[in-house]
Nanobody, 124 residues
Framework: QVQLVESGGGLVQAGGSLRLSCAAS????????MGWFRQASGKEREFVAA????????SYADSVKGRFTISRGNAKNTVYLQMSSLNPEDTAVYYC?????????????????WGQGTQVTVSS
């Protein structure tokens, strides 16, 4: 399993942007599909975005489509989530996840490793 460490969370005003990063350990990062999930207070964890091991294929939740972009730098063992046009409904703890399979998935149960999460708070 890979070890994942998220960074980049914080407090931002509505309409603003943030970029989350997730650094992974190991030397076969491109063998892992990656995903971002989030969990708001009192709610279940939900899918945000996913990307295949090659970075060619991506998927987004409808609630973030057109506002968030997932990408990866395999040479740096890092996956990113660029978030723009943020609104208070985006406030949550954001988790990075890895799946030892190159095809992406949107199901949390398919991911093998999880980061500790990073808080994103959007003020109105």
């Amino acid at each position: 399993q890979v070890q994942l460490v998220e960074s980049g969370g914080g407090l931002v005003q509505a309409g603003g942007s943030l970029r989350l990063s997730c650094a992974a350990s190991g030397r076969t990062f491109n063998n892992y599909a990656m995903g971002w999930f989030r969990q708001a207070s009192g709610k279940e964890r939900e899918f945000v975005a996913a990307i295949s091991g090659s970075g060619i294929s991506t998927s987004y939740a409808d609630s973030v489509k057109g506002r968030f972009t997932i990408s990866r730098g395999n040479a740096k063992n890092t996956v990113y989530l660029q978030m723009s046009s943020l609104n208070p409904e985006d406030t949550a703890v954001y988790y990075c996840a890895a799946r030892y399979y190159t095809d992406y998935t949107i199901r949390a149960v398919d991911f093998n490793s999880w980061g500790q999460g990073t808080q994103v708070t959007v003020s109105s």
